[in-house]
């Protein structure tokens, strides 16, 4: 079960992206130029990708986002986030989720961010001194405040989750530093 989970996540991130490129690709072939509506023209796309192997522990995220500039103070959107996470002998687990974002610069190179994100969370515990494994599946709801420096289309700072609990196995610690970058 653990391998059909992986293996469709993989096929539906597989077609996210071709459908992702295949527009750009055609896109490429047009011979009349086109004007950007004044929509399209306050939309940037970013995201994070994440791999991580180890002595039999790996890691795999992945979290593409879109943002709308309402202005230049003021920028709203969404994300989507799936990720995988196992370590052998012990535990896999693998995250869904989405997030509703916003982000406020109240000058340009400070960027304050409120990040609400709802996850789908499914824990495999493996079978250890004695004890029988088991599964824990559950809905986690983060809200994560933040505040960053921001140069250009990329911001570096730190966020913290107001909602944390150390009894949720989502998040190892309600501090978590971020890198984003939206183009």
Do not use: C
Not at 29 to 47: A, D, I, K
Not at 72 to 93: F, I
Not at 121 to 139: L, M, P
């Amino acid at each position: 079960m653990k391998k059909s989970t992986f293996s469709s996540l993989t096929k539906y991130l597989f077609i996210f992206f071709t459908l992702l490129f295949y527009e750009n690709v055609i896109a490429q072939y047009q011979q009349t130029p086109q004007s950007r509506s004044p929509f399209w023209s306050n939309v940037q796309f970013g995201g994070g990708l994440g791999l991580s192997f180890g002595s039999g522990y790996t890691d795999i995220s992945i979290a593409p986002s879109a943002i709308y500039n309402v202005n230049p103070y003021l920028a709203v959107g969404l994300g989507l986030q799936a990720s995988y996470a196992s370590s052998k002998g012990y535990y896999d687990s693998g995250i869904y989720g989405a997030s509703f974002l916003t982000y406020i610069n109240p000058i340009p190179q400070i960027q304050l961010s409120i990040n609400l994100n709802q996850s789908y969370v499914n824990n495999h515990y493996e079978a250890y001194y004695g004890q029988s494994g088991y599964t824990d599946n559950f809905w986690n709801t983060a809200l994560f405040l933040g505040a960053g420096y921001r140069t250009g289309n990329v911001t570096v700072g730190l966020a913290y989750n107001v909602l944390f609990d150390e009894n949720d196995n989502v998040y190892g610690d309600a501090l978590m530093p971020f890198v984003r970058a939206y183009f």
